[in-house]
């Protein structure tokens, strides 16, 4: 049997070679998309979720106070690769809760400038703005007081400010100038030097120590909330210059601490300079060879049937199978009764001739040959060869007598 179809197919495909090729385009193109996004795409939020982070639009977030910084020229920085946070350059952290871990952080700014930006207010997403966040009330005081234990313990206190300016040291800037806002948040704690306090003397930005590390109790001096008040967004930028190291060329907001830092992985290797070049000269090499197999193979070649039409087949492989079986030596004997009967329907020998009669009267017929004489043979015939040369004699006597 054969393995291919009997019924003659199409010579031209399904589809054609321009739609093949745009097929091809459109999947290594989405292909090489889904990848890249893959990649990257942790690396792109936006980090519009109501946070109270650099990245956000809400009222508790910075945002505000990093594009207030950019416009006035303070060249800021929001870094996502915490490898990045040891610039001698002022660094702002804005972690949002106790269970935030900032001890590799710190311990890389140990003799750098560095703002730590306590969390205070407990906030829900707001359903109808994209980004915004909506006050349910200030956090307990675990949460801020967490931020730096065990290492600097605080205590926290909140009560109303009142709208009353905050005190500075006296050697401060004159433009550092902030108002309490109205629900006030302050801290104690040992080796905590008061640097602003409210009139009370409650400590609301400290230095630890004599490090260059500072923390700030009350996120509103420089949250988009307090951002809205020009006297308030002044005193926040001249409280970053003086917090700035000297020579100083840009400020550091920090988004690592809030889940958008980058996180390294295989893949983004393969994207990125020095293993870009090898990532590109693979997909080179895979086009190439691409394009040389196309080139090299065309349309493939339709396979010869197992079994070809017509009699002249069927013949053949009839007579290869009686080969196969070994069955050549009866064949004689059968092709001169074919013969015979053959020539009794041609010849019109009469009905009643059975057996040697009827030989005795094909042989009685005109001709060089006698039918008996041939039938012997083919009936002795054991040799292929010898087989074929008595076949071809009956034949021979049989085309003589009907010509």
């Given at each position: 049997m054969?393995?291919?179809?009997?019924?003659?197919?199409?010579?031209?495909?399904a589809?054609g070679?321009?739609?093949?090729?745009?097929?091809?385009?459109?999947?290594?193109?989405?292909?090489?998309?889904?990848?890249?996004?893959?990649?990257?795409?942790?690396?792109?939020?936006?980090?519009?979720?109501?946070?109270?982070?650099?990245?956000?639009n809400?009222?508790?977030?910075?945002?505000?106070?990093?594009r207030?910084?950019a416009?006035?020229?303070?060249?800021?920085?929001?870094v996502?690769?915490?490898?990045?946070?040891?610039?001698?350059?002022?660094?702002?952290?804005?972690?949002?809760?106790?269970?935030?871990?900032?001890?590799a952080?710190?311990?890389q700014r140990a003799?750098k400038?560095?703002?730590?930006?306590l969390p205070?207010?407990?906030?829900?997403?707001?359903?109808?703005?994209?980004?915004?966040?909506?006050y349910?009330?200030?956090?307990?005081?675990?949460?801020?007081?967490?931020?730096?234990?065990?290492?600097?313990?605080?205590?926290?206190?909140?009560?109303?400010?009142?709208g009353?300016?905050?005190?500075?040291?006296g050697?401060?800037?004159?433009?550092l100038?902030?108002?309490?806002?109205?629900?006030?948040?302050t801290?104690?704690?040992?080796?905590?030097r008061?640097?602003?306090?409210d009139?009370?003397?409650?400590?609301?930005?400290?230095?630890?120590?004599?490090r260059?590390?500072?923390?700030?109790?009350?996120?509103?001096?420089?949250?988009?909330?307090?951002?809205?008040?020009?006297?308030?967004a002044?005193?926040?930028?001249a409280l970053?210059?003086?917090?700035?190291?000297?020579?100083?060329?840009?400020?550091?907001?920090?988004?690592t601490?809030?889940?958008?830092?980058r996180?390294?992985?295989?893949?983004?290797?393969?994207?990125?300079?020095p293993?870009?070049?090898?990532?590109?000269?693979?997909?080179?090499?895979?086009l190439?060879?691409?394009?040389?197999a196309?080139?090299?193979?065309?349309a493939?070649r339709?396979?010869?049937?197992?079994?070809?039409?017509?009699?002249a087949?069927?013949?053949?492989?009839?007579?290869?199978?009686?080969?196969?079986?070994?069955?050549q030596?009866?064949l004689?004997?059968r092709?001169?009764d074919?013969v015979?009967?053959?020539?009794v329907?041609?010849?019109?020998?009469?009905?009643?001739?059975?057996?040697?009669?009827?030989?005795?009267?094909?042989?009685?017929?005109?001709?060089r040959a006698?039918f008996?004489?041939?039938?012997?043979?083919?009936?002795?015939?054991?040799?292929?060869?010898?087989?074929?040369?008595a076949?071809?004699?009956?034949?021979?006597?049989?085309?003589?007598?009907?010509?």
């Amino acid at each position: 049997m054969s393995d291919i179809a009997i019924a003659r197919t199409a010579e031209q495909g399904a589809f054609g070679v321009r739609t093949v090729a745009i097929l091809l385009v459109v999947g290594i193109a989405a292909f090489v998309g889904m990848v890249v996004l893959g990649a990257y795409a942790p690396d792109w939020r936006s980090g519009r979720n109501g946070g109270a982070h650099a990245l956000s639009n809400a009222a508790v977030g910075f945002s505000g106070l990093v594009r207030l910084a950019a416009a006035t020229g303070r060249n800021p920085q929001i870094v996502r690769n915490p490898h990045a946070l040891g610039t001698e350059d002022l660094v702002v952290l804005t972690p949002e809760s106790a269970a935030t871990d900032m001890t590799a952080v710190l311990a890389q700014r140990a003799v750098k400038p560095t703002l730590v930006v306590l969390p205070k207010w407990l906030t829900v997403k707001d359903q109808r703005h994209d980004g915004w966040a909506d006050y349910i009330a200030v956090l307990p005081a675990a949460q801020p007081e967490g931020v730096l234990a065990p290492q600097y313990p605080l205590r926290v206190r909140h009560y109303r400010g009142g709208g009353q300016p905050l005190k500075t040291l006296g050697w401060m800037p004159a433009t550092l100038r902030f108002t309490a806002p109205r629900a006030m948040q302050t801290i104690t704690g040992p080796g905590m030097r008061p640097v602003l306090s409210d009139q009370a003397g409650h400590v609301v930005l400290a230095q630890v120590g004599s490090r260059p590390l500072y923390v700030l109790a009350d996120p509103d001096l420089l949250s988009n909330l307090g951002m809205r008040d020009a006297r308030q967004a002044r005193a926040a930028l001249a409280l970053l210059d003086w917090l700035n190291s000297t020579g100083a060329t840009s400020i550091v907001f920090d988004v690592t601490l809030n889940g958008f830092g980058r996180s390294p992985s295989p893949l983004k290797l393969a994207l990125e300079p020095p293993f870009l070049a090898m990532t590109l000269a693979l997909a080179a090499a895979l086009l190439l060879a691409g394009i040389q197999a196309t080139a090299s193979f065309g349309a493939p070649r339709r396979r010869a049937r197992a079994i070809a039409f017509g009699k002249a087949a069927l013949i053949d492989n009839a007579a290869a199978l009686v080969r196969k079986a070994g069955r050549q030596g009866g064949l004689g004997d059968r092709y001169a009764d074919v013969v015979r009967e053959r020539a009794v329907g041609v010849f019109g020998v009469p009905a009643r001739l059975r057996d040697d009669a009827l030989d005795g009267y094909l042989d009685a017929l005109a001709g060089r040959a006698r039918f008996t004489a041939l039938a012997e043979d083919a009936r002795a015939a054991r040799h292929p060869r010898d087989m074929l040369a008595a076949a071809q004699a009956l034949h021979q006597w049989l085309w003589e007598k009907t010509r």
